[in-house]
């Protein structure tokens, strides 16, 4: 079961952003909504969209929603949003997710992608500087999450 899309969940952390006074670039953008997934495989097994990440350069990015912000290159995005009436279970995931990584900034998401086996596996054995669109398979994602969540409990 699918519960929302990569779009509502990127409005999700762009009205976050305005509501309270965040600089929330596109770099950064992507690796919120990829930790939303990929929380979400790893704890429910479900994907929370359908769409797939791709391992580029800079971690993991949903192209079309790269398309989406691209005019703001690395400046934050300037854009009202306003979240969707997401399920109970889905507002409480994604406010533990923000209280996880949302203080974090892009190049530090950035880097904990690298050190992640999902992204690492989809490049294979491509230098960190060379291009990509290699897709990150829900089931990588899914597995390796998994693994940390059960670590995490016990």
């Not at 479900?46 to 005019?71: C, N, R, T």
């Not at 892009?106 to 060379?130: C, V, Y």
Request: hydrophobic share 40%; with cysteine; net charge negative.
């Amino acid at each position: 079961m699918v519960y929302t899309t990569a779009a509502a969940i990127a409005d999700y952390f762009i009205w976050l952003a305005n509501e309270t006074g965040s600089y929330l670039s596109n770099l950064k953008l992507q690796k919120l909504v990829y930790y939303a997934q990929a929380w979400h495989l790893g704890i429910y097994g479900q994907p929370l969209f359908d769409e797939d990440f791709e391992a580029w350069i800079h971690g993991p990015v949903i192209p079309a929603l790269y398309q989406d912000y691209k005019s703001f290159g690395w400046k934050p995005i300037l854009k009202d949003a306003e979240p969707e009436h997401f399920s109970e279970e889905i507002r409480d995931f994604l406010e533990e997710l923000t209280e996880a990584y949302f203080g974090c900034d892009a190049f530090e998401l950035e880097q904990m992608t690298h050190h992640e086996d999902p992204w690492i596996k989809a490049r294979g054995n491509l230098s960190l500087d060379t291009s990509s669109n290699a897709i990150i398979s829900k089931e990588s994602i899914r597995d390796y999450y998994k693994t940390r969540a059960e670590a995490e409990e016990q």
